[in-house]
């Protein structure tokens, strides 16, 4: 595909600089987050690492457990 026949949007995106990606993504990724949205990964049964006695349904009234992500230096 071209740049000229890529859709608006997708042009509008390239046009942005990294850090502007950036800080856009960082918006997308906290909706996701404010939807329900999962860092854990689902379950792989097939994995050697794979525990069943850990792997739960998740919280127990029905949604997603929440993190807490630290902003700043370490």
Known sequence: MTYEQM??????????????????????????LAMGGSLDPDPDPTSPFYDEETSGAGAAYGRPGLRVLRRGAV
Do not use: G, N, V
């Open 7 to 32: 859709p608006d949007e997708w042009k509008d995106w390239l046009a942005l600089t990294p850090i502007e990606r950036f800080r856009e993504s960082e918006k997308l990724f906290a909706q996701y």
